[in-house]
């Protein structure tokens, strides 16, 4: 049993960081989409989008930041979100690994993303989130978003994303 610890967010900068995302991030990806996904999608994806070359050209390239969450210190899950052109901030990626699941960090890392837009002058928050995925579109409903459309979207090597975006309006 974990016990919850303050949650501390912290920007990934260095190489270390990033390799230590990689790795949270394959723990994360195998042990939760596997009720979705196959395993071999998810190591295409993994690969695609969450290997330590991905982070590194999403940050160094396309404009990405990325955040550790870290209760006490240890690697709990991560954030990557990207500012738009439009006035909006995507956020690409909220996980949380599954021994800290329901403790609400979640909800602390929302809050902090919601801060940021506010800093910024953004006006709203998106993101992309499997149509299968019931939990976390709960979650997502339950910290105020909510399903503007559907889409898919071809990733390469015979796989899609079959999606729903979700919007929240920052006040």
Not at 10 to 37: F, G, P, T
Not at 97 to 104: A, I, V
Not at 110 to 115: A, G, K, Q, W, Y
Request: aromatic fraction near 12%; hydrophobic fraction near 40%.
């Amino acid at each position: 049993m974990v016990i919850k610890m303050k949650l501390q967010i912290e920007k990934v900068i260095s190489r270390e960081d990033m390799e230590q995302l990689a790795q949270l991030a394959r723990k994360i990806w195998n042990e939760y989409y596997i009720q979705i996904l196959s395993r071999e999608q998810i190591a295409y994806m993994v690969e695609k989008f969450q290997s330590v070359g991905a982070i590194t050209d999403q940050i160094e390239n396309q404009g990405f930041e990325y955040y550790n969450l870290r209760p006490g210190g240890a690697a709990a899950g991560y954030i990557g979100i990207k500012a738009q052109g439009d006035g909006s901030l995507f956020l690409s990626k909220l996980y949380i690994s599954k021994e800290y699941r329901g403790m609400g960090y979640a909800k602390e890392a929302m809050d902090f993303i919601t801060e940021l837009c506010k800093e910024r002058g953004l006006n709203k928050m998106w993101l992309t989130v499997n149509r299968y995925n019931d939990n976390s579109i709960k979650v997502y409903e339950k910290m105020g978003f909510h399903i503007v459309r559907a889409q898919v979207a071809n990733i390469g090597n015979g796989y899609s994303m079959d999606d729903y975006i979700m919007e929240k309006n920052i006040i």
